[in-house]
T-cell receptor, first 116, second 117 residues
Framework: DSGVTQTPKHLITATGQRVTLRCSPRSGDLSVYWYQQSLDQGLQFLIQYYNGEERAKGNILERFSAQQFPDLHSELNLSSLELGDSALYFC???????????????FGPGTRLTVL | AQTVTQSQPEMSVQEAETVTLSCTYDTSESDYYLFWYKQPPSRQMILVIRQEAYKQQNATENRFSVNFQKAAKSFSLKISDSQLGDAAMYFCAYRSAYSGGSYIPTFGRGTSLIVHP
């Protein structure tokens, strides 16, 4: 168990709908990262938050957005869903120590999204 | 930009044997971290091993060890006494250690390991 939790585990919805994925980082971790993994694909970085602020953006569609709340949990919002959005969405967390990136990313179990 | 290459899409090994998964990376930085993650059929991403570039000693975690060749930019994973539970996709990842960066790791495309009984 990595200590990172994600809900829900599975989500089935229809095209055009909007969903929210939730992530709780490990205790003490300030950074949250979101990744998308389609079937037989590698990990695609979407976005990173650090202590409530957006820190880095990857290949995130405009239909997708995220935020990190004061209690450090994060939500990924996916709207106007398309069939191609079906994927496994991972959240990972880490923490910086001093000025050196001593942290390691620990992944949650993922949310499997199916768009029908 | 850093790149990570895993040249073996698939590898197979007999149970109890040893297998080595290769990973090469390209970077101009001298301080960084390298990781191997395992993704079994459950699709959970599990950290296997971590290497700090400024440490010459190769990291080891039980049956898992790495061969880190900094000059060659190579970071291979050796699995000894392979077990059926080792069957998974293995991802190599690179991450900068410099402050001020976003610390977004770069992942390879993965190597699928098959373990034969």
């Amino acid at each position: 168990d990595s200590g990172v939790t994600q809900t829900p585990k599975h989500l089935i919805t229809a095209t055009g709908q909007r969903v929210t994925l939730r992530c709780s980082p490990r205790s003490g971790d300030l950074s949250v990262y979101w990744y998308q993994q389609s079937l037989d694909q590698g990990l695609q970085f979407l976005i990173q938050y650090y202590n409530g602020e957006e820190r880095a953006k990857g290949n995130i569609l405009e239909r997708f957005s995220a935020q990190q709340f004061p209690d450090l949990h994060s939500e990924l919002n996916l709207s106007s869903l398309e069939l191609g959005d079906s994927a496994l969405y991972f959240c990972a967390s880490s923490v910086r120590v001093g000025g050196r990136a001593r942290d390691t990313q620990y992944f949650g179990p993922g949310t499997r999204l199916t768009v029908l | 930009a850093q790149t990570v290459t895993q040249s073996q899409p698939e590898m197979s090994v007999q149970e109890a044997e040893t297998v080595t998964l290769s990973c090469t990376y390209d970077t101009s930085e001298s301080d960084y971290y390298l990781f191997w993650y395992k993704q079994p059929p459950s699709r959970q991403m599990i950290l296997v091993i971590r290497q700090e570039a400024y440490k010459q000693q190769n990291a080891t975690e039980n049956r898992f060890s790495v061969n880190f060749q900094k000059a060659a930019k190579s970071f291979s994973l050796k699995i000894s006494d392979s077990q059926l539970g080792d069957a998974a996709m293995y991802f190599c990842a690179y991450r900068s250690a410099y402050s001020g960066g976003s610390y977004i790791p770069t992942f390879g495309r993965g190597t699928s390991l098959i373990v034969h009984p």
